[in-house]
Every structure is written in C-alpha cells, then in structure tokens.
C-alpha cells in the first residue's frame, strides 16, 4: 500500500509518496516547474538508482522553504526528469513532524481532504495560485506546426493605420507580447498580415490579425467538427455541478514551430513580428486541439 502526503512547498502544495526508507526528496522537473520556483539549480554530484535498478542522474537540486501543518523547515528538493513520481523522504518526515499513524489513516487522501476544506473561491485561489494568474500559459509538450498547400507563395499585406486613440494601447499590447516572448522583432520578412484592433470592455486591446485574405488561403484545410449546442447540453444532462471558466488569450497557449511564427508574422505600424504562438484568426486549429 502507498501512503500521501501533501506539504506546501514556498507557498504551492505538492503532493509526495512517503518513503521513510529513502534518503532523499525527489520531484519530477513538470512538477517543480509548476511550483513557480525561479532560482537556478545546483550540481548534485551522485547518482540515484531506481526501484528497477536503473541508474539516472538528477537534473539538480535546490533549497526550498517547506511547510506542514504550522511546522516550518527548509530542506534540499532534488529535481529529477520527468517519468519518476514524487517522493519524500525521513528527514522532511522527521523534521516537518508528520505524523506517520495520520498518514495510515488517510492513506493517499491527503489532498483530497484539503480540497473538500475550501469554502470559497478565496480558497481555491490560495491554494492553486499557479491557476489565477493573469498571464498566458503554454501547453507543454505541443508544438503547433501549420502546413502550406503545394506552390503557396509568401504573402504580404501592409499595416492598417492605427487610430491615434488606441495607439498608446496597442503599443502596450505588443510591449507585453515582446517581453512574454510570444511575439519576436523581425527585420525583414516575406510573409506579412495586418493587425486587426478589437477593444475590450475593460478599457484593453485584443490585437487579432486578418489572415482571411492571405494566409488562410494558403493553409491546408483542417477538418474538425465543432460540436453544436444540442450536442453539448446533452452530454451534460447527467453533470451535477458546472463551473464557468475563462482560459486567458487562449490561442496564445499554443507554441509554434519557427516555420509557423515565421508565416504568421503580423505587420504593424512599428514593423513586423513573428508570432510565436498560435495567433487569433488562423483556421480552426484551436477547437481541434482543445476540442
């Protein structure tokens, strides 16, 4: 039998497998890049052997405040590639002063008693604020990668003016896309769509592009259809509970090959980018991925 546990970790809870037996804290490298941790790892210097008795190498490790229950201590997690599961070790057991006999009686409910202890969305957003941010995500391990029909040719079409109004916005808009690394400075370019400037009812920009006269023409069709509204009511005809989620420019989670930024560069009035995600107003690539 397995035993959880979940302890938070500078602020995120994670959730480990104990293992008394162990002698270090292990996390798979997903999982710590979801604790938002940014300082750089350290060199290790040891080998780690698995269950099956392969040897692996951890990534690195690094210092971390952890928390149980009001205890308070800070330890060395080691960061481990991907495939391994969590696991933690006696001295955060022995240190952190978990008891062993509560861990037998949840078993590996820990987390999901922590989940039913949420009153409201104050509670949710406390205790997943990795969730709430207000910033665009990507979608790991996916890579966007647009087809061309045989013989298209790059296509072009000039900026549109920007009314002065909205100027200082849409400068903003492209400043905060640039830093975010989801639209780069290109020089020179043979493909090129204009921006389309959509205001928003908080007083911000959406910067969509018209790739209908250009681009869209050149793509291969992509077939998927999407679901109409009888459709979607009666797959929920069985649900209880229903929430109403927002997911942040959501094209935007998407990554793109180099190929594809490159053929969906935007011009604007300060020059070209390449767009590094997937933009607003390519075809119906969005619904078939998150569909």
């Known amino acids: 039998m397995k035993y959880f546990i979940s302890v938070k970790i500078e602020n995120r809870y994670q959730k480990f497998e104990v293992d008394t037996s162990a002698c270090y804290t292990l996390i798979p490298d997903n999982q710590f890049k979801r604790l938002g941790i940014k300082r750089q790892l350290e060199p290790t210097g040891i080998a780690f052997r698995s269950f099956t008795e392969n040897v692996f190498l951890p990534l690195g490790k690094v210092r971390v405040k952890v928390e149980h229950k009001g205890d308070l201590s800070f330890e060395d997690l080691y960061i481990v590639p991907d495939g391994f599961d969590p696991l933690l070790e006696r001295v955060w057991v022995r240190h952190l002063k978990i008891n062993l006999n509560e861990i037998d009686q949840n078993t590996d409910n820990d987390i999901q008693n922590e989940i039913f202890s949420i009153q409201n969305i104050t509670d949710i957003e406390k205790h997943f604020p990795e969730v709430f941010e207000q910033k665009v995500g990507c979608v790991p391990n996916f890579t966007i990668k647009l087809k061309l029909r045989d013989g298209a040719k790059p296509s072009y079409t000039p900026k549109r003016n920007v009314p002065y109004a909205l100027r200082e916005k849409v400068d903003k808009e492209l400043d905060s896309l640039e830093a975010a690394g989801i639209i780069s ?79 969906q560069t935007i011009s604007t009035h300060r020059g070209t980018y390449n767009m590094n995600r997937l933009s607003f107003g390519i075809k119906i690539l969005w619904q078939r991925v998150i569909g």
């Open 185 to 263: 400075k290109s020089i020179t370019s043979d493909w090129g769509s204009p921006l389309v400037i959509i205001p928003k009812g908080d007083g911000t920009v959406r910067l969509c592009v018209d790739y209908k006269a250009g681009v869209n023409d050149l793509l291969m069709n992509v077939n998927y259809p999407i679901k109409k509204i009888d459709e979607v009511l009666n797959s929920l005809r069985h649900s209880k509970y229903f929430c109403k989620l927002d997911l942040l420019k959501a094209y935007l989670h998407l990554q793109t090959d180099e190929e594809s930024s490159i053929i």
